[in-house]
């Protein structure tokens, strides 16, 4: 799920008050390396071919371990906005001990009241702001276990309220038999729907339906034996085993239907529609239906992807399937093969912009935010359709659980997204409009800056306080924590061990300890510190600030002074720089790194006459002094000129003028205009 995306213009409007300030940067005449040369950081771009062939080898599941085989028929009526849904559920104990009780995610109760977890909640700023103007429920009418003994109803034994908690979204079904391991059951269910208006994900907006998280879902049977259940929480997302969804849809003939999965079959008659969509290998199935949806299909090699769109909205569908051309194969590339056939995006109107930025298996949406149309160079269609569109890895295919670690959800899609968006569009990745570029990523990191010590990034989602600190750290913090390990050691290095990651756990519902360990394993000299450092910026709420706290330039100067030479006492006095190697020019620079994370920098030192020197620093201590020397005095310096680590908690001070030193045309207004940008996109992400 992406964020919205207001005040778009507004920020514009910033980022050109800002790039009157910036001025023109200090021409180099050249730059020399003391020391081990660090080569600047390389755009984001296609695997190499020996980190393709490393993760190639990579053994990655071609199927999940089916748990679930969902058979349901839902019938919507567009005049009460409800949906009648019936069929059957078969579930595998895949646990290692027997089942006495089984628990069903009742999730469109979360908009039954103000009693709900997810209405309860304060969302801080977040996205889900609006309260429903009809409610939204899901009732249970009939539950009946089908096996060897018989038919059991279990209906009545339902328990959708815990001790002092009103919520009703996270039930209980309680059994007289236990399921032993291994063992299989089936359900006969029945019930009903009453959407809520467009709130979060889900509901309607006149004539148009999002039809999502409304059926008694399973929740996840972990190895132990218990179950991963919990309400609908406002920033908690879902989790769910895989399986089979054969759901047959029934809508008014004139609706246009999107679905999970692809089309079976369809047929219409007595003024009704009904299409039956079948996917394996999925843990949840959403869908959509409106009278005014607008449609394009194009086959991008094996995958069919459809555009559901308003009238009027066709540019958009244009850039949406613009960015799935990309998409499709980069992603692939970078994290495996996307599995399934079919692919449909779904652009709401204007008006149900709530159900916009969201993903589901084979099905994401979009949006506009309520804009006819927006220029070609502000990138947000393709930021979103790049987001949700990389959660079809970093959700569907990965599957961790995103309530208790959404980090491994929108935390890498994030940077999946910021590093896709770069190795497509470059520098203007975000935006690219007037002859300005800003970076997505450079976004991800202002933002991130504000939440550094309020919370760690660690947690569930319902641990956060507030919806701001919760995108903060989780989207944009993650994301700048892992393009400043690919800035710091490489491109390729961090292409394995993310593309490492989204192979070996494919199918496999991964936890943080899953994601460092790749990081240790698959990153070379650098692992044993990366996953360290990984770890540390996770859990433990760690940040870094590096600092010049002084600089000092002076002439160079022979030995000066009383000196007694060959029994003789002589006064030498001091000379004035000649020029000559012995009268070169000296300075020193003090760079602190404050916090608890330790990255390897360049120092780089600034000439009068423009010549640039840089010596690297492991970053490893708490402070350097860096000494100077050249034949033009010292002017300026600068820690991270390529501003490799965006989770420095302030560039500002990475840079420092020496003492009667001008500040015009110094280094600093490069800087400026990073900081700049970085500033617009942090008013842009939410």
Do not use: C
């Not at 199927?63 to 969902?70: I, S, T």
């Not at 972990?222 to 759901?247: C, N």
Request: no cysteine.
């Amino acid at each position: 799920m992406r964020a919205a995306i207001p005040t778009l213009f507004a920020g514009l409007a910033i980022l050109l008050v800002a790039g009157r300030h910036v001025g023109l940067p200090l021409q180099p005449n050249k730059t020399h390396f003391v020391g081990a040369q660090h080569a600047a950081p390389t755009p984001a771009a296609a695997v190499a071919p020996a980190t393709a062939a490393a993760l190639e080898a990579v053994p990655m599941l071609e199927h999940p371990d089916k748990v679930v085989d969902y058979t349901l028929h839902a019938k919507l009526d567009t005049t009460s906005h409800t949906v009648h849904g019936e069929g059957t559920i078969a579930w595998r104990n895949i646990s290692r001990v027997p089942v006495r009780e089984l628990w069903l995610h009742l999730y469109l109760n979360a908009f039954k009241n103000q009693s709900s977890a997810f209405m309860r909640a304060p969302t801080g700023g977040f996205r889900g702001n609006t309260v429903p103007t009809e409610w939204g429920t899901i009732d249970v009418q009939r539950l009946t276990l089908v096996d060897e003994n018989g038919r059991t109803e279990l209906g009545g034994q339902i328990e959708v309220k815990r001790a002092g908690d009103d919520d009703e979204t996270d039930a209980r079904v309680p059994l007289a038999q236990p399921i032993a391991p291994g063992d299989t059951i089936t359900l006969e269910v029945e019930w009903d729907d009453k959407l809520p208006s467009i709130v979060e994900r889900t509901g309607y907006d006149g004539s148009f339906h999002m039809v999502a998280q409304w059926f008694p879902k399973i929740a996840v049977i972990e190895p132990d034996g218990t179950f991963a259940h919990f309400p609908f929480h406002h920033l908690g997302e879902f989790y769910a085993d895989f399986g089979r969804f054969d759901v047959t849809l029934d809508v008014p003939e004139g609706y246009v239907v999107g679905a999970t999965g692809p089309l079976i079959e369809a047929h219409t008659s007595n003024g009704r529609h009904v299409e039956r969509h079948v996917q394996d290998d999925v843990h949840d199935f959403a869908w959509t239906a409106w009278d005014k949806f607008e449609s394009r299909t194009e086959q991008m090699g094996e995958v069919s992807v459809t555009a559901l769109y308003p009238k009027g909205r066709g540019v958009y569908a244009e850039r949406e399937l613009g960015t799935i051309r990309f998409a499709l194969p980069h992603y692939r590339e970078l994290y495996g093969t996307y599995p399934y056939s079919v692919l449909t995006l779904v652009h709401p109107p204007a008006s149900a912009a709530e159900a916009g930025g969201m993903e589901y298996p084979t099905l994401i949406t979009t949006g506009d935010q309520g804009m006819p149309w927006t220029p070609r160079g502000v990138r947000t269609p393709e930021l979103t359709v790049a987001h949700e569109f990389g959660h079809q890895y970093f959700y569907g295919l990965i599957a961790s659980n995103e309530d208790k670690w959404p980090l491994l959800d929108e935390g890498l899609n994030s940077y999946a997204e910021a590093e896709a968006l770069e190795a497509w569009k470059g520098e203007g990745s975000a935006i690219d409009l007037f002859g300005l570029e800003v970076s997505d990523i450079h976004g991800h990191a202002e933002r991130a800056r504000h939440f550094t010590h309020d919370a760690k990034i660690a947690q569930p989602a319902d641990a956060f306080t507030t919806g701001n600190a919760y995108g903060g750290l989780v989207y944009n913090r993650t994301a700048a924590l892992l393009e400043t390990l690919r800035r710091v050691w490489g491109n390729d290095v961090m292409q394995r061990a993310m593309g490492t990651y989204a192979r070996a756990f494919r199918f496999k519902h991964p936890t943080p300890d899953d994601l460092v360990s790749t990081f240790r394993t698959t990153m070379g000299e650098h692992g044993d510190r990366a996953a360290e450092i990984l770890h540390a910026a996770l859990f433990d709420k760690g940040w870094v600030d590096f600092v010049i706290t002084d600089i000092s330039s002076y002439p160079a100067h022979g030995p000066w002074g009383i000196f007694d030479v060959n029994g003789k006492r002589e006064v030498v006095a001091k000379r004035v720089n000649d020029g000559a190697p012995s009268h070169r020019s000296s300075g020193w620079v003090l760079v602190t790194r404050r916090g608890t994370l330790s990255f390897p920098v360049d120092i780089e030192f600034v000439a009068d006459d423009g010549t640039r020197t840089r010596v690297p620093w492991d970053g490893k201590d708490e402070s350097i002094r860096v000494s100077y020397n050249g034949n033009s005095p010292l002017h300026a310096a600068i820690v991270d000129p390529d501003n490799r680590i965006l989770l420095d908690e302030n560039p500002e001070n990475n840079f420092a003028t020496a003492r009667g030193k001008t500040k015009a045309g110094a280094p600093r207004t490069l800087e400026r205009a990073t900081y700049y940008s970085e500033l617009v996109m942090g008013v842009l992400s939410f």
